[in-house]
């Protein structure tokens, strides 16, 4: 007769366990993944940067180096952690609409270079004419002393009600990048957890 015993020690259970409980307990785990988020809105938008020139091929304001500046570090909140951009430009281009006066009649929109990324209360020469619902700012009339040469009377702003602006998506990357990139800091951040904090 022929016989035997076989005696199987969990030990993997405790330690799965422990990393599980490590898991639920690590409040860097969302911060992890807001910080992979951020690191790609900041290429994203240092890309946007680098690639889009001023469509009227006037010197550039720098709008995207401002957003990529505004995106700050994540912060914990009560069900995990969020990541902000600092800076009101970049959703009014991803969701669009209607932008209209606050305070004022009329936007005032640049009909030139020299009045690119510049409010009228920087010019001290400018006439309003003004019609309905539209209107402009011209320059002043002047006459050169010396030369006696006529100089002014050019469009500086255009004036508006409003203005609509279509919806860009691409101003942030995709839904699927996005959350690959969650995806990517959080694998991270269990990675060092399964090997001990050590980086793997």
Known sequence: MFGFTLNI????????????????????????????????????LLNLQNTRPNKMGWPRQNFWAAAYKGVQNPSRTAGGASVTINSPGPAQRYFGGDIVPDGHPFLAIPARAEAYGKNPRDFDNLVPVVHGDRGMLVERLSTDVRSRQEGGGGVMFWLVKRVHQDPDPSVLPTQDEMEAAVVQGAQTRINRLLSGGKQP
């Open 9 to 44: 020690k969990d030990g993997a259970t405790p330690e799965i366990q422990s990393i599980v409980d490590r898991l639920r307990s690590s409040p860097d785990l969302a911060v992890a993944a807001a910080e992979s988020l951020a690191d790609l809105l900041r290429r994203h």
